[in-house]
């Protein structure tokens, strides 16, 4: 019985890993020419994967890409899925990318798209037309090209704040701006607050921007001020927008927040759909808890395909 999995980052791969195991046929659809989704530009240590300290998500990626190379996995890349519907005995993919256009009939599916940074639509185009301007975390140049720079961050969560201390560890300035008051963890908070580098402004506004010659010129009421860099970390959207080629009959539903809405054993609200990682609105979201949930979504498409076919 074959088992679409749609992406194959952490979690895509953990269940098609699991599928082999629990007798099914895996057959990954990945959008994008690599393994590893997100985590493949992640350049932070990864504090949540027991066993590997330090490790980062870029040499995570690379280890687990490496054994799922060595699996008897069909994956299509550089793919999207244009249509879903139902029909007798599961449902019926419509495919097409690289390899032109195609169907793939499969007994159940399994989300696992993540997430994309998120960014205001005025942002994501004064990112698009200034160089000085990166939105979400994972970027190389966050990594290696921003040096005594003055670097303005908005946002309030975790991801701004561990940001704001790995530039100020590098001989960076940085301001961070958030709307209401920050979200981010007390610890990270505390260590903000000891360092002179770093400026937390709460309950600032997001300011006018415009791209300048190498700079960014950030105007408030009170004033105006020019950085080096803007760095835009406002969390993250999940990637439902492959659900707009499924028919309306079979479209899961999604949480408030716009997550996909899944179960204990991540069934979505449409039989034989599953969802796992980040896609799904996960109390910690990591790597471990999308590989953990991509072993469940494919051990609950076992058990709901068994009891189909003892019933038939």
Do not use: K
């Not at 499924?246 to 997550?259: E, V």
Request: charged share 20%.
């Amino acid at each position: 019985m074959i088992v679409a999995i749609l992406g194959a980052g952490p979690a895509g791969m953990s269940c098609a890993n699991a599928c082999l195991s629990f007798g099914l046929q895996p057959v990954v659809i990945e959008r994008g020419d690599h393994l590893g989704g997100a985590q493949r530009s992640n350049f932070h240590p990864n504090l949540w994967m027991l066993g590997y300290p330090e490790e980062t998500g870029e040499q995570m990626t690379q280890r687990l890409a490496a054994h799922y190379r060595e699996l008897p996995v069909t994956t299509h890349y550089r793919a999207e899925v244009t249509r879903v519907a139902r029909v007798a005995g599961g449902f019926l993919l419509t495919l097409s990318g690289a390899e032109g256009s195609h169907t793939l009939a499969a007994a159940a599916i399994v989300l696992a798209t993540g997430t994309r940074p998120r960014a205001t639509a005025a942002l994501q185009q004064f990112a698009a037309s200034c160089p000085r301007a990166i939105i979400g975390p994972l970027s190389n140049t966050i990594r290696d090209g921003i040096r005594d720079a003055d670097v303005l961050i908005l946002g309030g969560g975790d991801n701004a704040l561990d940001h704001a201390l790995f530039l100020a560890e590098r001989g960076n300035r940085a301001v961070v701006c958030t709307r209401a008051a920050f979200s981010a963890r007390r610890p990270f908070i505390a260590a903000c607050q000891a360092r002179g580098e770093i400026e937390l402004r709460a309950h600032c506004p997001p300011p006018r921007l415009a791209c300048g010659d190498a700079r960014v010129l950030a105007s408030w009421p009170e004033g105006e001020r020019a950085f080096d860099w803007l760095l835009v970390m406002y969390g993250y959207l999940p990637n439902t927008d492959v659900l707009e080629g499924f028919d309306p009959a079979i479209r899961p539903a999604l949480t408030g927040s716009g997550y996909l809405q899944v179960d204990a054993w991540q069934r979505s609200s449409v039989p034989g759909i599953y969802a796992a990682g980040d896609l799904t609105d996960s109390p910690q979201p990591s790597v471990a808890t999308a590989m953990a949930q991509g072993l469940t979504a494919a051990r609950a498409a076992e058990r709901d395909l068994c009891s189909q076919a003892t019933r038939s």
